[in-house]
């Protein structure tokens, strides 16, 4: 685009490099186009004043006209404070500032009626603003906007007069400058389809809206045009993938049919078929797959992964499956090698702990073609691995690994780009697959094997925790098995938390003598923590006592009780993850979530939500209310999820018409050759190639 939006802030008329450099260090603002997109984040109605009788604690923050009566500096030295009594015609309100005493002293008129703006408290009964914003009522010039925009600063720019107050006046004399300069980047189609506001309008109302319809109007049109451009380059991706690369045909299926027939011990449910048709048309489509697999735990989506290795093996390809942790890693192995074995396929596994001899082996029949499958964690990922034809790779729970992992294994094939499965089994908001993964295709399975019971999940309180111990003792008796599960990070464990595992452990070993325990946790070595997961799935133990490292994909069938510590301190996903460990075999199986009596309002509602559904994609979408999805497990590296003004939990409804309106652009106009699709064009090519949000000026 013009230049205009790369001038360096610091050439506004009042700024100099000094707050240029605060503005940047702090905000991440360094040019005109940064500085017109950092939109208020929320607006004060200077329109609605409340009455000084009507303030209190659980208000946010008000505005009030009142009227300064006395003011009185109070304490000595640092403990000094300035306290000055306002009044309205309801009542008195205290204004109280403990910083800049002498200066607000000087600078307060008593007599004076301010607009005060500010979080109300009560103290001992009565209103009270602690360092409120004020302004002369006689200041407000009439007519000037309703809306006041609000805009997010720092206590550091707040010193350089950059606080929202600062920042509005530059956004008022930059909008003078830039007016001129904001170019139309949507077609009159879409604009008039959609009932669009125009891009230099939408962009001066965003920041001074004349009206609570318009900023509405404007918002909805920045919106609109966020998400567009994001699922427009997400679905260009796609299509240009799907025309330039190649994938190798896989269209053989005689050991696959044997297996069917011979081996597979139970019926695929119409929903894995569905899949597996899915991924069958990929493979013969002559292009390379690019496609996420969303399952809920427990879904079996380990089998569909096999069957697709296998139909890579059947037609001379092969094949790698990558896990996030060891253990699952092991799991997968395991369960798959006894299939493998039986249908004369070869597999292998590598793992960090993998020793350098068994490596060596594993790296000759990876390079000679002799091994058909690889299942293992990051280390499949070293450039030593080197295949003879790698034709397929899966990641399990996708959720873990990045984009660049992602790239790397698609370089293990130098001649053709190996097919890409991602499954996961963290369920993810549409909003947010869409936003996440538009450039994969995707399947879902939607259905549970025949015969699974639901779990059931309760709420308990620590208090009750004999009863708790009295239930998975009947459990045990019964034949199955139980884990308990303390709130602990593997990474970034903490001695006190490690201490609340072993202290677990300790009482539970106490409370069950009769009965052998297993422990595991993230300062165990692989080895060691193999061993006791081998000893539970044996049932050689009966409760496994462990941190979050059981959390994804193990499965240990016998295990019917899932009881969780601290249950308040989990996320919702991963709750539900920890949930899906058991509920595997045909028994009935339960989740008992343990938590304090003392809960915040979230933490309710996350253990609610437990209680009352078993379906994943319910969970995801809660989860995404209540967190935001930047805070979604493993969405933070994805910059696409850094947006301006829209919001994947609450704007479901105009990312799913702004997508649909981006195919329907690239289906009709696939180069943006026609003269309507002009703007759209010239915006996407002003953008800099590393551009990840396109709505974005630059
Ligand atoms: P997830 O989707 O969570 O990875 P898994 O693939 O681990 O689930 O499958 C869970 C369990 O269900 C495994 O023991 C698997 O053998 C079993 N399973 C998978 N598909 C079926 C089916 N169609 N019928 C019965 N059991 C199945
Ligand atoms: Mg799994």
Redesign the pocket.
């Known amino acids: 685009m013009s230049n205009f939006f790369n001038t360096k802030i610091a050439l506004l008329r009042g700024m100099d490099t000094r707050r240029a450099d605060v503005l940047a260090k702090e905000l991440n603002l360094f040019t005109y186009g940064d500085l017109v997109q950092h939109y208020p984040f929320r607006y004060l109605d200077r329109t609605q004043f409340y009455n000084v009788c009507d303030l209190h604690d659980d208000l946010p923050m008000v505005q009030v006209k009142a009227t300064v009566r006395t003011k009185e500096l109070l304490g000595e030295g640092r403990k000094q404070r300035l306290v000055a009594k306002a009044q309205d015609a309801s009542g008195e309100v205290e204004l109280v500032w403990f910083k800049g005493v002498k200066w607000f002293e000087k600078w307060l008129k008593n007599h004076q009626e301010y607009i005060v703006f500010g979080k109300p408290t009560l103290f001992n009964g009565k209103p009270q603003i602690a360092h409120p914003e004020l302004e002369e009522v006689s200041e407000v010039k009439p007519g000037a906007s309703f809306l006041q925009p609000v805009y997010s600063s720092t206590d550091k720019l707040r010193n350089f007069n950059l606080d929202t107050k600062g920042i509005g006046k530059l956004m008022a004399q930059l909008l003078k400058l830039a007016a001129p300069h904001f170019h139309e980047t949507l077609s009159g189609e879409l604009i008039q389809r959609y009932a669009l506001m125009p891009k230099a309008e939408a962009m001066q109302q965003i920041h001074f809206p004349q009206s609570a319809d318009l900023l509405q109007a404007a918002r909805f049109r920045l919106k609109f045009e966020e998400l567009f451009y994001i699922q427009l380059k997400l679905l260009r991706q796609k299509t240009e993938r799907k025309v330039e690369l190649a994938g190798q045909i896989f269209d053989k299926v005689p050991t696959l049919t044997h297996f069917y027939k011979n081996v597979l011990p ?4 119409m929903a ?1 078929k569905r899949v597996i048709h899915d991924i069958y048309k990929d493979f013969t489509a002559g292009k390379q797959m690019n496609r996420l697999l969303q ?1 809920d ?7 569909v992964a096999f069957i697709s290795m296998l139909i890579a093996a059947d037609n001379g390809a092969q094949s790698c499956m990558m896990a996030p942790t060891e253990i699952l890693a092991d799991q997968h192995y395991e ?1 798959l090698k006894k299939f493998a074995d039986m249908l004369g396929i070869k597999i292998g596994k590598l793992t960090g702990s993998t020793r350098t001899s068994e490596r060596r082996v594993l790296h000759e029949q990876l390079r000679s073609g002799e091994l058909h499958m690889l299942v293992g964690t990051h280390a499949l990922l070293e450039d030593v691995v080197q295949f003879r034809n790698l034709g397929l790779t899966i990641m399990d729970e996708q959720h873990r690994f990045g984009v660049a992992q992602r790239s790397k294994l698609w370089q293990k094939n130098p001649h053709v780009i190996p097919h890409v499965l991602v499954m996961t ?1 963290t369920p993810i908001p549409r909003t947010l697959a869409m936003t996440l993964y538009g450039d994969l295709d995707v399947s879902v ?1 939607d259905e549970l ?2 015969g699974r019971k639901p779990i059931v999940t309760v709420h308990r309180f620590d208090s009750n925790r004999l009863k708790v111990f009295e239930f998975m003792r009947q459990q045990i008796r019964l034949g199955r098995q139980c884990y308990v599960v303390y709130p602990l990070i593997e990474e970034s464990e903490t001695m006190a938390e490690y201490k609340d595992l072993t202290d677990g452990y300790e009482s539970i070993t106490r409370a069950f003598p009769e009965y052998k325990v297993s422990i595991v946790h993230g300062r165990m070595s692989a080895a060691d923590k193999d061993y006791e997961m081998q000893r539970f799935l044996r049932n050689e133990t009966q409760i496994m006592v462990a941190t979050t490292v059981i959390e994804v ?1 193990v ?1 240990v ?1 016998n295990a019917s009780v899932m009881v969780i510590e601290s249950a308040e301190r989990f996320g919702l996903s991963q709750l539900h993850q920890l949930r ?1 460990r058991v509920g ?1 075999g045909a028994d009935q199986s339960y989740c008992i979530l343990m938590s304090g009596y003392k809960l915040s309002k979230d933490s309710r509602t996350r253990l609610e939500t437990m209680v009352r559904t078993n379906n994943g994609f319910e969970i995801a979408d809660i989860d995404l209310k209540l967190r935001g999805p930047g805070d979604l497990m493993g969405t933070q590296q994805s910059g696409v999820l850094d947006l301006l003004v829209a919001d994947l939990a609450k704007d479901g409804k105009i990312l799913t018409e702004s997508r649909a309106a981006a195919q329907e652009l690239l289906n009709d106009d696939p180069n943006l050759a026609k003269a309507e699709n002009q703007n759209i064009r010239r915006h996407i090519e002003s953008l800099p190639a590393t551009a990840v949000n396109w709505s974005r000026i630059s």
């Open positions: 139970f019926d695929l449910t894995q399952g735990v427990g879904s079996g989506k380990t089998i369960g089994a399975i094997p025949a994909g499965n069938p899906g595997r």
